[in-house]
């Protein structure tokens, strides 16, 4: 074990927070390993959508980059940052077990909620599920890292702000003023971390794998595998979520419309053994509900 393990990750102090957490599993197995930090395209444009800035793994590419180039032999991220294609030679070696799914409300005041109001996310499924339960409501676009956000929240007019509760919790800086958020469905692995490595470092991927949680692999990849399937590689307003509940693997996928006035869903539960194709299974059903032609809408409007 004389190899150090370099871990690459964004400079945020939600991802040092995962790389720290993935560096001290390691050591506990016996690896050495040190940290370096990047920046992302993500963290740097901050005044622009990310579906705007034409790149789905927009906080992965950097890092993607610096493995292919031998900067760093692993990186940690926020698995739902990930895109559902990794380049070449670059594997999935572990995914850890998953935190909190839910999305959450930070807000003001909960008055708005029986009127007009607004509401601020950059993510294009938080907008459309929120527009959705509230259609007289305003929505406007938020970007950079979790404290960023909450700042801007505190210097901005609106009502509340939609974050994930579990990049909060992680990071300690919770606000009393939240609510769950329990009828959205959160992004495709949500709440999970994955550790990404080269297919050709075989030490690396060997030392990252033992660190995986099979239950969350195997939910995750249900989620992912509905995403992929229904966006092919455009953004759009997707939701999954996959639990494990005893022998059973119950599986709850949404698609809508960018101004969330048509969703379209699916609930469904087989057995964990047979989830290899099942999120594939799961978006031909949303497809030919009328997904496909809500996606060439959608792919329309987002150029």
């Known amino acids: 074990m004389s190899k150090i393990i370099r871990i690459g990750t964004r400079d945020s102090q939600l991802a040092l927070w ?21 920046k992302s395209t993500g963290d740097l444009l901050l005044d ?8 789905t793994g927009i906080f992965t590419k950097t890092l993607d980059i610096a493995m292919i180039n031998g900067t760093v ?14 380049p ?21 005041d909960l008055e708005f909620l029986k009127s007009n109001g607004t509401i601020a996310t950059g993510s294009l499924r938080r907008q459309a599920q929120w527009l959705n339960k509230y259609p007289t409501h305003k929505v406007v676009d938020l970007r950079g890292n979790v404290n960023t956000r909450l700042q801007k929240l505190q210097d ?5 702000a939609i974050f994930a509760k579990a990049g909060l919790e992680r990071i300690e800086v919770l606000p009393q003023n939240h609510i769950d958020l329990d009828w959205m469905v959160p992004a495709p692995a949500q709440g999970a971390m994955v550790v990404v490595s080269m297919e050709n470092d075989t030490f690396s991927t060997d030392a990252v794998r033992q660190l995986n949680d099979s239950d969350t692999d195997i939910c995750t990849h249900v989620e992912r595998e509905f995403l992929q ?60 509900d009328g997904g496909k032609e809500m996606m060439i809408k959608i792919k329309k409007k987002l150029g």
């Open 18 to 38: 995962q790389a720290h957490t993935v560096r001290d599993q390691l050591e506990s197995l016996g690896y050495k390993t040190e940290i370096i930090s990047v």
């Open 48 to 55: 622009k959508p990310l579906y705007e800035l034409g790149i």
């Open 73 to 86: 032999d692993i990186a940690v991220h926020s698995m739902k940052d990930v895109p559902t294609r990794l």
């Open 88 to 108: 070449k030679g670059i594997v999935q070696s572990a995914v850890l077990p998953r935190a909190n799914t839910h999305d959450i409300l930070v807000y003001k």
């Open 156 to 160: 901005n007019p609106w009502n509340g």
């Open 229 to 288: 399937v229904l966006e092919g590689g455009c953004t759009a307003p997707i939701g999954a979520l996959a639990k494990i509940d005893k022998d059973r693997l119950h599986f709850e996928g949404i698609l809508l419309s960018l101004d969330g006035t048509q969703k379209l869903s699916i609930t469904k539960s087989i057995s964990p053994q047979n989830y290899t194709d099942f999120g594939k299974l799961c978006a031909q059903e949303i497809l030919n």
